[in-house]
């Protein structure tokens, strides 16, 4: 449910999935499963928001992403998953407290964000952080916001960085041994909730105010990198 929440309407709830699966499964089998479970909602994430993307911004980032994508997968290969998700718990939370501070600053002087260094800095770090642990959403949500997207340009360009990302990860998912037939059953069963949690996001995101949805963003990349914390 998470995962389709996430994937429509509450960018950053996924986190909450992450952690139930890292729960209930060995942390890097729980990867696997999380992945093919965001592959599913990024079907829905374009059929909603495809045509609010903005395409200049994923083309600059693209680059970035996918030097921080095979760091990542080489991580994965040889370090202990605990400390690696620790390491990207604080490097969220130092995110957030510099979005927010850049976001003041900027508003003061009156500029827009999303300079090169950013787009280098964020795009490097959420294809890092997506490929060991799924964990790419807390920080694309927070240059999308530090962009200022409007919220349906965020969802939107949200929807296609991560629909081409999760396909980008699944050559290396399934060459580390992430994802099995037995990962396949569990998410069969697991489709319906995500429809659910999906239609719950649509539902959201037509009620709230752009104040309200950044608000939101901004608590569940909090809670999400608590939770990489410990």
Do not use: C
């Amino acid at each position: 449910m998470t995962v389709g929440a996430s994937k429509t309407g509450l960018p950053g709830a996924n986190t909450l999935g992450i952690a139930l699966f890292a729960a209930v499964m060995p942390a890097r089998e729980s990867t696997g499963a999380m992945l093919l479970l965001l592959l599913v909602g990024d079907v829905f994430a374009l059929a909603l928001y495809r045509r609010h993307a903005d395409l200049r911004s994923l083309v600059r980032l693209a680059p970035s992403v996918i030097i921080g994508l095979i760091v990542g997968a080489a991580f994965l290969a040889f370090v202990d998953d605990v400390w690696v998700k620790r390491s990207i718990g604080v490097v969220l939370l130092a995110l957030i407290a510099l979005t927010m501070w850049r976001r003041r600053i900027e508003q003061e002087q009156r500029r827009v964000p999303g300079g090169r260094g950013a787009v280098i800095g964020y795009g490097s770090l959420g294809g890092f952080t997506t490929m060991v642990a799924n964990a790419g959403g807390p920080v694309m949500s927070m240059y999308f916001l530090a962009s200022r997207f409007e919220m349906k340009a965020f969802l939107g360009t949200a929807a296609w960085f991560f629909a081409i990302v999760n396909v980008a990860k699944l050559p290396f998912s399934i060459g580390l041994g992430l994802i099995t037939v037995e990962t396949v059953w569990l998410d069969l069963v697991l489709l319906l909730p995500l429809v659910i949690g999906a239609a719950i996001g649509r539902l959201v995101i037509r009620r709230v105010s752009q104040a309200v949805f950044e608000r939101i963003v901004v608590i569940l990349t909090v809670v999400g990198a608590i939770y990489l914390l410990f």
